[in-house]
Nanobody, 124 residues
Framework: QVQLVESGGGLVEPGGSLRLSCAAS????????????MRWFRQAPGKERELVAS????????NVADSVKGRFTISRDNVKKTVYLQMNSLSPDDTAAYYC?????????????WGQGTQVTVSS
């Protein structure tokens, strides 16, 4: 059973930066980087969950939502089984609970695992 633990959320002023981390356990490195795309979602109160960024299994192609393009970067460390979301130039519109998702591909298609979420609040 894959488990995901997010960290790095908190309160930051507009224009500031945060880096979220999501550490995976319960799976070997080779399976994690071969069979799981990693994604960050966010959900603000009263709004639907939004896909913010994704990074594929090997070779690690990335994609970010238009709303965060140029400000957010997703990356993964396949040795540490950790995915990161670097968030720069934060605005109050980025305030939300951020969730890490491991999305199975190929032999693991249909498998989805979620972290517990970490709160990001952008306010002066």
């Amino acid at each position: 059973q894959v488990q995901l633990v997010e960290s790095g959320g908190g309160l930051v002023e507009p224009g500031g930066s945060l880096r979220l981390s999501c550490a995976a356990s319960g799976i070997t490195v080779s399976f994690w980087d071969s069979f799981f795309a990693m994604r960050w979602f966010r959900q603000a109160p009263g709004k639907e969950r939004e896909l913010v960024a994704s990074i594929s299994s090997i070779p690690g192609a990335t994609n970010v939502a238009d709303s965060v393009k140029g400000r957010f970067t997703i990356s993964r460390d396949n040795v540490k089984k950790t995915v990161y979301l670097q968030m720069n130039s934060l605005s109050p519109d980025d305030t939300a609970a951020y969730y890490c998702n491991a999305h199975g591909v190929r032999a693991y298609l249909g498998k989805d695992y979620w972290g517990q979420g970490t709160q990001v609040t952008v306010s002066s």
